[in-house]
């Protein structure tokens, strides 16, 4: 730390970005880095210049999430652990930042020690899960990046000390390991299928993990589509050839749409899980009720950390079903333990990739921008519909 630092503030618990309160000497006001002149926000302290850039965010969700945990976590370290503010911060500041995020210390206070994540409000809430492995390192640290960029083009600062880091080319592998094989995608859906129907409240839950992992596997959605878009936005039309297929439309990451072939077996699936839930067979033009229902609460979409911890909750238990298989299971157990939500997209993409024409899988994910005239292309489209529906299943055994 520089011999200029500042004795850090230290209050009984870390308080999120929402309800931090900086101190004076540590606030920006004064920051060594401010730029002179009028800035073009209105902002004169660091917290109100970085909640002036995740405004930009706020018509998407998903980034404005990512985005808020890696300034809250810089401007908690300014404060509690390295003694500046963030308009005070150098290149060597963000080199003794880059090994904080390797190893938060001390760990009761940096690091969640709760078995489930702790609302933000709670005593219990921490900014990391775990300490941060080098991608997600590179992430942070690009966000940041991202923010300092702004913060310069805005006025307020008048250097970015990131721009100096040196940034090491990364060897990206031409293939993805993060994605589950047909064996391993086989014994998830064994789990689900034998998830415990009991009593009605069982019944439900059941309904709602294998509804979730159609969406997931089929439709190849992200968990924020999964949250943000509505049963409405599955509709029918009919093709070229006379046929009437079903579609579903998402709104995705940056606010893009795309449309995904809803299979047979998808509306199959559909209209399972609205009969589990004493809904009409298949939802109407304007249905606002979410893709993925709570067990209590009526319409109220689910947040994004309750579907992740579900999609976590069946790999941990399948995972342990299989090494109750054996020490033979113990390579598959530790790969599905592994997995997240993001890992049943990729698998999605693998598995459409092993059958079907690598333009129709692109659009599927929405991996590139479809252009304007393809609203009009609609024999093509009904191709890729029907490559999905005939190579891409789900496989439920009942």
Known sequence: MSSLS?????????????GLALPLHLSGERGRNRAQGLPQVAA???????????ARYKESPATLASYRKEAERLLLWCVHQHGKALSDLTHEDFLAYESFLEDPQPDDRWVMQVAQKAPRSS??????????????????????NSLFNWLVQAGYLAGNPLALRRRKSVARPAKTSRFLPHDHWAQVRATIESLPKGTPRLALQAARYRWLFSLLYIGGLRISEVCNNSMGDFYWRRGADGRERWWLEIRGKGEKTRVIPATDELVSELMRYRKSNDLGPLPREGDSAPLLLPLIGGSKPMGRSAVHELVKTIFRETAARLRALG??????????????AHWMRHTAGTHQSDNMDLKAVRDNLGHANISTTSIYVH???DVRHDQTTKAHKLGWSV
Do not use: G, M, Y
């Open 123 to 144: 005593p219990h809430w921490r900014p990391f899960a775990k300490p941060l492995d080098r991608q997600s390192q590179r992430q942070a640290l690009s966000i940041l």
């Open 6 to 18: 500042v004795t850090p503030v230290v209050f009984a618990h870390l308080e999120p970005l929402d």
């Open 379 to 381: 024999t093509e489209d």
């Open 327 to 340: 020490p033979d299971h113990e390579a598959a157990a530790a790969h599905v333990e592994k997995a997240s």
């Open 44 to 54: 004169n302290d660091d917290r109100s210049a970085v909640l002036a850039w995740l």
